[in-house]
């Protein structure tokens, strides 16, 4: 008896797939059962829409009835999900097989993975995205700088004068601390943006702690998103880069919001993401030790081991990169600390981060 799985095997190096003309799968090759992540007991036999979303179903079969009208070679992308949550993109080659007489007998299905063709695509349109808005950011934080200054200005003199005559100087008081305000907004944009000079210095966590929320604050109020401060006094600095750092905390602080997002649709007691600092010691080393505890929708923990991979996401095509905790643990790693996550799923997600005080 003649083995196909061999036969298909033998015959193509590519994820091969045979069906009959109303899309049963008949028999697969090695290459395949390793793309699905399935045996052939489960599969052969049943309809190959079964291993595609079923907003594709009807696709599909289209894509057949138009194979069997032209007798041309057909093509098809769609997605499907691995066993750990995870997605794959992939692209088909639907062919026809026909006898002598040109009568149509099964049909075969050449599959290739496209997932990181596709996400390499999307990172660099990404990448093109962000240069685009951190150079708008940059002229326009550079565009704020100087009317803001001038309203500091003002009120300082408003403030002088007010003094003198014996009136409450708390308006003016009120204009250049908001002023200020602004004016930490658009400097940590353009840090955010690279467009400071770029160099290790001395550091303290909490400062670029604070940072970071002052530039996402409008999202988490939005969100309602309450954030918790525990930073313990007196905390030793860091010798960091401090764009990096602060680009590290963005990428986890910004997952920690999609979390709760997902998980709650509005307000809750729980919907808060709690960020502590502390001093550790580790053998003869002493690290800052920065926690991002939230209780959003958490990681499953057959995925857990994997989210710092980059490009790894357990989200739909489209809808995530992959790359926010892998760069974060990057850079922290650059910098001679370490990112590691603990997590629950639906309970909570802890991303720790500890950053040595000493340079080796």
Known sequence: M????KILSDFFCDTVIELTLDGIVQSWNIRAENMFEDCPDEIIGQPFVKLLPTDHHRDFYNILEKLQDKGEIQHFESTTVNKDGTFKNIFMDIL???DAAGKSLWIYVVLKDITRINRLMTEARLLSHIASIGQLATSVAHQINNPINGIINYAQILKDEFREQGISNEIPERIIKESDRIVNITKSLLTIAGKTEYRESSANISNII?????????????SRIGVKLDI????????VCYQEIQHAFLNIINNARDALNRKFSGSNDDKTL????????KGSRHHVRT?????????PCNILDKISTPFFTSRPIGQGMGLGLSMASEIINKHGGKLSVESEEGMFTKVIVDLPIEKI
């Open 210 to 222: 604070h940072d970071v929320i002052l530039l996402v604050e409008n999202q988490l109020l939005k």
């Open 232 to 239: 313990s006094p007196n905390m030793p600095d860091v010798i």
């Open 291 to 299: 926690l991002f505890h939230d209780k959003g929708e958490g990681i």
């Open 96 to 98: 026809p097989s026909r």
């Open 274 to 281: 709690n960020i502590s600092v502390e001093l550790i010691s």
């Open 2 to 5: 003649l083995d196909k799985k």
